[in-house]
T-cell receptor, first 115, second 112 residues
Framework: KAGVTQTPRYLIKTRGQQVTLSCSPI?????VSWYQQTPGQGLQFLFE???????NKGNFPGRFSGRQFSNSRSEMNVSTLELGDSALYLC??????????????FGEGSRLTVL | AQKITQTQPGMFVQEKEAVTLDCTYD???????LFWYKQPSSGEMIFLIY??????QNATEGRYSLNFQKARKSANLVISASQLGDSAMYFC?????????FGKGTHLIIQP
């Protein structure tokens, strides 16, 4: 059974640009959530999607957005990149609905560097 | 708001010794879940163990056990007979919340 796949794995952008990251969840999983990991702030929740609907959102500015498609694949977008957006962006999928306690299955992440 | 505290930024342990990684939490929710994840240098977060707040017994998964003390709001991870491959970052996390709430992590290094 294939795991969570994130693309691209590594990317470099410059300030002011925008970036789109993609996540393919485990087959059958309908919940996809995104996390930002930085050395200073640690792991922080960005948002969660379930059946194409954003169910929860973390405390991030509106430059961070996402969506989920009918096949449960998800994308997140960051516009007007800032140096502080440099981070590892982790996607996680789950077979459970929102706010259900359950294991999350993580991808290997997309490492974004903003110059 | 929920909060997870991991007070050990780094630990060095001899191979084959048992390891205890500390985790304390704070929440006003009567029902919650506690998780431990391992993150090797590759970046992927690997689920290790789960404890529900109403579970009467401590969770165990192979060499991993979770020492759950509800009154003290602690959920320490115990790794028995540590191996070189256990070297990684370890994160304690809890739900429900808007997504999992993670601690800052403990960098565990197993020495031969």
């Amino acid at each position: 059974k294939a795991g969570v796949t994130q693309t691209p794995r590594y990317l470099i952008k410059t300030r002011g640009q925008q970036v789109t990251l993609s996540c393919s969840p485990i087959s059958g999983h309908r919940s996809v959530s995104w996390y930002q990991q930085t050395p200073g702030q640690g792991l922080q929740f960005l948002f969660e999607y379930f059946s194409e609907t954003q169910r929860n959102k973390g405390n991030f500015p509106g430059r961070f957005s996402g969506r989920q498609f009918s096949n449960s694949r998800s994308e997140m977008n960051v516009s007007t990149l800032e140096l502080g957006d440099s981070a590892l962006y982790l996607c996680a999928s789950s077979p459970y609905g929102p706010r259900d306690t359950g294991e999350l299955f993580f991808g290997e992440g997309s490492r974004l560097t903003v110059l | 708001a929920q909060k997870i505290t991991q007070t050990q930024p780094g630990m060095f342990v001899q191979e084959k010794e048992a390891v205890t990684l500390d985790c304390t939490y704070d929440t006003s929710d009567p029902s919650y879940g506690l998780f431990w994840y391992k993150q090797p240098s590759s970046g992927e977060m690997i689920f290790l163990i789960y404890q529900g707040s109403y579970d009467q017994q401590n969770a165990t998964e192979g060499r991993y056990s979770l020492n759950f003390q509800k009154a003290r709001k602690s959920a320490n991870l115990v790794i028995s007979a540590s191996q070189l491959g256990d070297s990684a970052m370890y994160f304690c996390a809890m739900s429900p919340s808007d997504g999992l709430t993670f601690g800052k992590g403990t960098h565990l290094i197993i020495q031969p």
